[in-house]
């Protein structure tokens, strides 16, 4: 069955350092991976799609890489802030169209 | 632009009765799905629609959840008699593009948190 695990439950880092999430999947060859947000008591908000022809993509302190070969996927915050602590959440497009996420990885940064 | 838009926010029910929720999509949007997010789990598909038609409802317990979406607008989630698993947010998202190769992104409404007593 398809499967697909973030690194960690819980990453804390320090201020301005980088944080690196880690996407895994097995059983799937996805045509895209997107990256979402979560904040308690919210609803995801999309951040970022890559798409299995690319490599890298990056979007202001956001950057997100795609290896198909390792079926990963790493989403990396730079200069992180405080304001960066949510739960992160990857998704694989299904065959059937819609998106397959994994459980998140709550993301601390200290100041 | 407006948001996708769920209620209720919360809802607090006895095991056995029965609870609905709404969801009403982006303007224009052609697919709308409703995710089950159990705490501490990432959101898990229940049904998808696109326009007034399911797509996929292959992880929708039929014996007991039931979802439509009329005239491709607006749609209503049920559960009929509820278990104490059902306790659980309720998201419910819209996507611009139907059909195709490409969900493309997906807006979620703030969910409907259930708990089941």
């Known amino acids: 069955s398809q499967k697909i695990e973030q690194n960690s439950e819980a990453l804390n880092i320090q201020e301005g350092k980088t944080a690196t999430l880690t996407c895994n999947y097995t059983?799937?060859?996805?045509?895209?991976l997107q990256w979402y947000r979560q904040d308690p008591g919210r609803g995801p908000v999309f951040l970022l799609l890559?798409?299995?022809?690319?490599k890298e993509k990056r979007k202001e302190r956001l950057k997100v890489t795609f290896d198909t070969t390792l079926k990963q996927s790493l989403f990396h915050i730079t200069a992180s802030q405080p304001a960066d602590s949510a739960t992160y959440l990857c998704?694989?497009?299904?065959?059937?169209?819609?998106?397959?996420f994994g459980t998140g990885t709550r993301l601390t940064v200290i100041p | 632009e407006a948001g996708v838009a769920q209620s209720p926010r919360y809802k607090i029910i006895e095991k056995r009765q029965s609870v609905a929720f709404w969801c009403n999509p982006i303007?224009?949007?052609?697919?709308l799905y409703w995710y089950q997010q159990i705490l501490g789990q990432g959101p898990k598909l229940l049904i998808q629609?696109?326009?007034?038609?399911?797509?996929?409802d292959s992880q929708l317990p039929k014996d007991r959840f039931s979802a439509e979406r009329l005239k491709g607008v607006d749609s209503t989630l049920k559960i009929q008699p509820a278990k104490l698993e059902d306790s659980a947010v309720y998201l419910c998202?819209?996507?611009?593009?139907?059909?195709?190769?490409?969900?493309?992104?997906?807006?979620f409404g703030e969910g409907s948190r259930l708990t089941v007593l």
């Open positions: 303007s224009g949007h052609a697919t």
């Open positions: 998202a819209s996507s611009l593009v139907g059909g195709g190769r490409d969900t493309g992104e997906l807006f």
């Open positions: 059983n799937y060859s996805p045509a895209y």
């Open positions: 629609f696109q326009n007034n038609g399911v797509v996929d």
């Open positions: 998704a694989y497009q299904t065959g059937a169209n819609n998106l397959f």
């Open positions: 890559i798409r299995e022809n690319e």
